[in-house]
């Protein structure tokens, strides 16, 4: 059974910091793309951050400069360090694991960024 938890998320003033975490379980974690994304209310998900399994990255242009993707393979958990945030980023976020047509996701962390 494939397992992504969030977690980390919360409350956070303007301007401050989180760090988002996801463990997978039930998968070969190295050899999926891990990605980041977020929906707030009345809008579509989108992509925030994803990373391959190479370690390449690429991020929402909304988000460079402030956000940082990174994986542990031998944690089997990826990352998302969040900087200056703003309210704009309020958002349920949400992880990813993608390779070829298998797509698993998590159950979401929500992230509150106060003005």
């Known amino acids: 059974q494939v397992q992504l938890v969030e977690s980390g998320g919360g409350l956070v003033q303007a301007g401050g910091s989180l760090r988002l975490s996801c463990a997978a379980s039930?998968?070969?974690?190295?050899?999926?793309?891990m990605g980041w994304y977020r929906q707030a209310p009345g809008k579509q998900r989108e992509l925030v951050a994803a990373?391959?399994?190479?370690?390449?990255?690429n991020y929402a242009d909304s988000n460079k400069g402030r956000f940082t993707i990174s994986r542990d393979n031998a944690k089997n958990t990826v990352y998302l360090q969040m900087n200056s945030l703003k309210p704009e980023d309020t958002a349920v976020y949400y992880c990813?694991?993608?390779?070829?047509?298998?797509?698993?996701w998590g159950q979401g962390t929500q992230v509150t960024v106060s003005s």
């Open positions: 990373i391959t399994r190479g370690g390449s990255t």
């Open positions: 039930g998968i070969i974690f190295s050899i999926y793309a």
């Open positions: 990813n694991a993608e390779r070829g047509s298998w797509t698993y």
